[in-house]
């Protein structure tokens, strides 16, 4: 019989919704899941308030909340689509507190929440506050993949916020150094994950050796210089933008765009690409950031050109940095001389180091540690 920290119930309090583009608060989710915990999922409480560009998510979230059923959900999981205003007005928090947040804490409790969970929160907010306190866990996580505190439309008290969920946090894990060292700062116990990459990104081929071919993968948005694709494009390059848009973000003229495709069929089709694209703008928000496809790109060994953010400064030459679309034309032109056999199988080397098994390993231990704590 399973007892202690295996009986554990997970809560997510999530910062994307399940059917969003695949990243750590799905993966780890699934993986809680797999390992045999309870997971409840809910989804985005919201971070900031909906503009013209969010009408279409806005829809989504009313259709999720009409028809909460959802199909083909890992067993032992389950989704909550949460009835909740943005935490952003007075007004809003005080109806989320008064009405709509004892509404999510009892429809967890109708699904089969028990008293004490494990609390995994990704947005430090008056709402996961407010839910927080509402369930009352025996473990807090902060799973902090951003720098929300320079975000541009965070709540104008989003700094007070996160000090108070720092402060009842028992965990706090980050995956980039930047994160790493700034929670370092302000908290005892911090851990460093990235969500890892899938074994299908391994067992691709190499690329075609003239390294014609480049691709942009995930959601492009207004976090993303269109100007480095356009120059790659004006010289001659084929270059293919692979996911769903955000916002009104636009695309250089001769950049193809490819739609979204499920995550367990990526890996195929970015086989058919010789080389990757991070073209990331440079603001105070951005420098928390590592890239979720970064050791996805590793691991298929091709070369990546990227903007010099943070994230890429201690993998030296594995990644190939410019804040110039024009030194991106001169990297990806001289790519058939200076890539290599040798080079490839080095950032392979180093994305194994960041498997999804190992990562997710880490993270369960550093859990387990706060349980029985």
Not at 129 to 152: E, K, M, S
Not at 288 to 316: D, N, W
Not at 334 to 349: C, F, G, K, N, V
């Amino acid at each position: 019989m399973r007892s202690g920290f295996e009986r554990a119930q997970v809560v997510v309090l999530s910062g994307v919704d399940w059917s969003a583009a695949w990243q750590r608060h799905q993966i780890f989710a699934s993986q809680l899941a797999a390992a045999g915990h309870d997971v409840f999922f809910v989804e985005n409480t919201g971070f900031r308030g909906p503009g013209p560009s969010d009408l279409g998510r806005v829809w989504d979230r009313l259709k999720s909340l009409a028809a909460p059923r959802r199909a083909g959900l890992p067993q032992n999981l389950r989704v909550i689509a949460p009835r909740v205003l943005p935490p952003t007005g007075r007004a809003f928090r005080r109806c989320n507190s008064a009405i709509l947040i004892p509404g999510i804490v009892s429809a967890l409790r109708a699904a089969g929440l028990r008293p004490g969970p494990l609390l995994i929160a990704y947005l430090p907010t008056a709402t996961s506050l407010a839910l927080i306190r509402g369930l009352d866990p025996r473990v807090t996580v902060y799973d902090c993949a951003a720098n929300f505190r320079a975000h541009p439309g965070a709540p104008a008290d989003l700094p007070t916020q996160e000090s108070e969920l720092l402060a009842r946090a028992d965990l706090v894990v980050c995956d980039s150094d930047f994160l790493y060292q700034q929670k370092r700062a302000e908290h005892s116990n911090v851990v460093q994950v990235h969500q890892g990459v899938p074994d299908a990104f391994f067992a691709v081929e190499p690329p075609d050796p003239r390294f014609r071919r480049l691709c942009y993968f995930g959601t492009w948005g207004p976090d993303h210089d269109p100007a480095y694709l356009a120059a790659l494009c004006e010289a001659g390059f084929e270059v293919t933008v692979h996911g769903p848009g955000k916002g009104a973000a636009p695309l250089p003229a001769g950049a193809r765009r490819s739609p979204p495709i499920g995550y367990d069929g990526l890996a195929p089709l970015l086989e058919r690409f010789d080389g990757f694209l991070l073209p990331y703008r440079k603001d105070p928000f951005l420098l928390g950031v590592i890239p979720a496809k970064l050791y996805e790109c590793l691991a298929m060994g091709r070369p990546i050109l990227a903007t010099s953010l943070p994230c890429f400064a201690p993998l030296g030459r594995l990644v190939h940095v410019s804040d110039d679309p024009s030194g991106w034309v001169s990297i990806a032109r001289d790519l058939p001389r200076t890539e290599t056999s040798a080079l490839r199988e080095e950032r392979i080397a180093l994305a194994r180091e960041h498997s999804q098994s190992r990562e997710f390993q880490r993270l369960l231990a550093a859990l387990r540690a706060a349980w029985e704590k």
